[in-house]
């Protein structure tokens, strides 16, 4: 009887928590794919905003491009993260047919 304690105790230790507050963004896992889902198709759509929080781990979340508003469970969602560093970035193009011609 001890060793099931144990292991579960273990278990339930190694389980990320997520909680989740009205205005974050979200992704979404897809599971529409099923078994065939292929290597390089997205597995998580969105992001979407969270607009309620209710018990027991369900979240309702509102498409930013369509405003629809649907109810899911937390399990399928995971924060979004976007980097800002990203949005400012400067991209340098060079032409291939004349390499030291750099345009800005």
């Not at 198709?41 to 309702?60: C, D, H, M, Q, S």
């Not at 509102?62 to 560093?85: C, E, I, M, W």
């Not at 060079?94 to 750099?102: I, K, Q, R």
Request: proline share 6%; hydrophobic share 40%; charged share 25%.
């Amino acid at each position: 009887m001890f060793y099931k304690e144990k292991t579960k105790r273990f278990y339930d230790s190694s389980i990320a928590r997520k909680e989740f507050v009205v205005g974050q963004q979200v992704l979404m896992y897809n599971s529409r794919l099923g078994l065939m889902g292929g290597k390089l198709r997205l597995k998580w759509i969105g992001p979407f905003v969270v607009t309620n929080v209710y018990p027991y781990g369900a979240v309702e979340i509102k498409s930013q491009s369509t405003d629809k508003s649907f109810k899911v469970n937390g399990h399928r969602l995971k924060p979004f993260l976007n980097n800002p560093a990203l949005v400012d970035t400067v991209v340098e193009e060079t032409s291939l047919l004349d390499p030291t011609a750099v345009s800005p």
